[in-house]
């Protein structure tokens, strides 16, 4: 008999902000950061790619207690029929699998390890200690101690924002977990705009290259993964959907109500001002690498692809995405310049370090953060 976990899954597709919601809601007692549990095997295990704690993932205390309590080898062997079992071509047989209330991918000899590995995440992935005093990136692994974890306080719950709705509802499946989805939104201008920078898959050591698909593949992809998550979850009662626009907005308020979503008290949340978060390091595995960001880092609308993205790719992007911008209360025309079109290559995901401050105030991005999203006519309500 394995114990129950709560899992709140980040569904969804990628470039929407999902490291930093993770990562900030890894910050809160009630919470662990995991991370995007689902490349735990390849890319922790076989590539040994660092932890959020800056470690090699093989060498994370935190992730060798876990794997402890998840017996078995081969990973390489777990990450291929994973990806083989959740291909997007397999969709339509997922998709009515869920309909006739099958479980939506067929059950493999692996999930008996991904049943057990959600309780061990709970048991040991706690928060890290955070630092005495903001601090730079070079310092997040030194300022975080070898330490064995003690047991989690009980109710934890675990964030995997591994985004991909056919891993989500494998998930949904496995005795023993209790799933929540967060689905997590952004305008797919953006994404696919952010899709088209270079960014290196670990930060600026990493010789690799995140994928950078085209524009219409990525407005595709957005259109397959966030109609999907709609089919699979939204009306359910364990579904809550938020925008990346809004949690930027109002970051505290939009992480209060994550917790109330999965029922936790936040405590103390880790804002000290509406648009700065004081981050510590957490043990999340894969994502992009702004989750090695620590200290007190400002939470600002990446607006760069207002003005920057070709008319084309937005005519393209629009023309593909169109029936769910609606339905997510996007505007269709393209929204006026922002009011602060300020060169945005440092940050990622919608943070950028704070310690500088001042030409970060609060004044220089006030009440209108998104650009012309919040002062759309199109853009009021959430849609659906
Ligand atoms: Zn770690």
């Excluded at 999340?284 to 760069?304: I, K, L």
């Excluded at 602060?340 to 440092?346: F, L």
């Excluded at 001042?358 to 199109?378: F, K, V």
């Amino acid at each position: 008999m394995v114990s129950r976990v709560r899992v709140l899954y980040l569904a969804g597709s990628g470039r929407s902000g999902s490291t930093l919601v993770t990562t900030i809601l890894g910050q809160l007692p009630g919470f662990v950061a995991a991370g995007e549990v689902r490349y735990l095997w390849r890319r922790g295990l076989v590539e040994n790619r660092p932890c959020g704690c800056g470690r090699p993932l093989r060498s994370c205390p935190v992730w060798t207690a876990v794997l402890r309590d998840v017996p078995g080898s081969d990973p390489a062997g777990v990450a291929a029929r994973l990806g083989g079992r959740l291909r997007i071509r397999r969709l339509p047989v997922l998709l009515r699998r869920h309909r006739r209330g099958q479980p939506s991918v067929p059950g493999h000899p692996d999930d008996a390890r991904l049943a057990r590995l959600y309780p061990a995440i709970a048991r040991h992935v706690g928060a890290v200690p955070a630092p005495a005093e903001p601090s730079g990136p070079s310092a997040a692994g030194e300022s975080e101690p070898a330490r064995v974890p003690n047991p989690p306080p009980a109710g934890r719950v675990v964030v995997d924002s591994s985004k991909l709705p056919p891993y989500g509802a494998l998930l949904g499946d496995l005795p023993g977990v209790d799933l929540y989805v967060l689905h997590l939104v952004r305008d797919p201008r953006a994404t696919a705009f952010s899709w088209r920078r270079r960014r290196r898959l670990d930060g600026d050591l990493d010789d690799r290259l995140m994928s950078r698909p085209p524009v219409w593949k990525a407005a595709l992809l957005w259109l397959v993964w966030n109609a999907t998550t709609l089919r699979l979850w939204a009306g359910t009662g364990r579904y809550l959907r938020v925008r990346y626009e809004d949690f930027v907005a109002d970051p505290a308020g939009t992480v209060a109500r994550i917790a109330g979503f999965v029922g936790v008290d936040p405590g103390e949340l880790p804002f000290p001002t509406p648009d700065t978060v004081r981050l510590a390091p957490t043990h999340s595995v894969a994502g992009n690498p702004a989750r090695h960001r620590t200290g007190v880092v400002s939470v600002v609308a990446d607006n760069e692809w207002v003005t920057a993205l070709p008319r084309w790719a937005y005519a393209v992007v629009t023309a593909l995405t169109w029936p769910l911008l609606r339905r997510f209360g996007y505007p269709i025309r393209r929204p006026a310049p922002p009011f602060t079109a300020r060169p945005t290559r440092a940050t990622t995901a919608g943070t950028s370090p704070a310690g500088g401050g001042s030409e970060t105030g609060p004044r220089d991005h006030p009440a209108t953060p998104l650009g012309g999203h919040r002062t759309s006519p199109d853009a009021h309500g959430q849609g659906g």
